[in-house]
């Protein structure tokens, strides 16, 4: 039972560099979900996913994109990184909108 | 807009020791409420999730209650353990349509000291 797999779990980066935070899950959930964690901000929610082919922002979009071609993935992309986007990097899957989250073990991510 | 506070920031108890931790929320309008516990550089683990019908839910030494009109709720550890020190935090689903989602509270870091 792998659960939630999020890769990698650390980067380090430099401003202006993109890249793809992977996220897979193998539970067959509809709901996938991406959130940031910051101190003292608790999780902000970035970008969600209801189903294969469906996307929708969240609280904190700017400067990510993402999509959703399978039910397995939900891949996260940083655009063109900033130092304001260094945080701690979650995303989570569930059966449905009001069924318990499970979630990966995070992608430590530096902007330099 | 919905906002989730967690007080204590941090507690520190002795072995042993039942103890509470406690999240309001600001909109009493939810769907559900759940606790989580977050080990040191490591995911949300899912304790316990409460629907906004259910007044408490139970698992093991945890009881999480719900008291949506007072837009409150507490978390209930048993007989405390070294093992229970993590950080606890607690998130309620609220909102319509798209804009339905779960909003966090900064969490509580327990330390149980044996």
Redesign the interface.
């Known amino acids: 039972n792998a659960g939630v797999t999020q890769t990698p779990k650390f980067q380090v980066l430099k401003t202006g560099q993109s890249m793809t935070l992977q996220c897979a899950q193998d539970m067959n959930h509809e709901y996938m979900s991406w959130y940031r964690q910051d101190p003292g901000m608790g999780l902000r929610l970035i970008h969600y996913s209801v189903g294969a082919g469906i996307t929708d922002q969240g609280e904190v979009p700017n400067g990510y994109n993402v999509s959703r071609s399978t039910t397995e993935d939900f891949p996260l992309r940083l655009l063109s990184a900033a130092p304001s986007q260094t945080s701690v990097y979650f995303c989570a899957s569930s059966l449905g909108p009001f069924w318990p989250q499970h979630f990966g073990d995070g992608t430590r991510l530096s902007i330099l | 807009k919905q906002e ?1 506070t967690q007080i204590p920031a941090a507690l520190s108890v002795p072995e042993g020791e039942n103890l509470v931790l406690n999240c309001s929320f600001t909109d009493s309008a939810i ?2 409420l ?1 606790w ?1 516990r977050q080990d040191p ?6 304790l316990l ?1 409460i ?1 906004s019908s259910q007044r408490e839910q139970t698992s093991g030494r945890l009881n999480a209650s719900l008291d949506k009109s007072s837009g409150r709720s507490t978390l209930y550890i048993a007989a405390s353990q070294p093992g229970d020190s993590a950080t606890y ?1 607690c ?1 309620v ?1 609220s909102g319509s349509g ?1 804009a ?3 909003t ?4 509580t870091q327990l330390t149980v000291l044996p």
């Open positions: 989730v769907y559900n759940q989580f550089g490591k995911g949300l683990t899912s999730l629907q935090l998130a689903k798209s339905r989602q779960l966090f509270g900064s969490g």
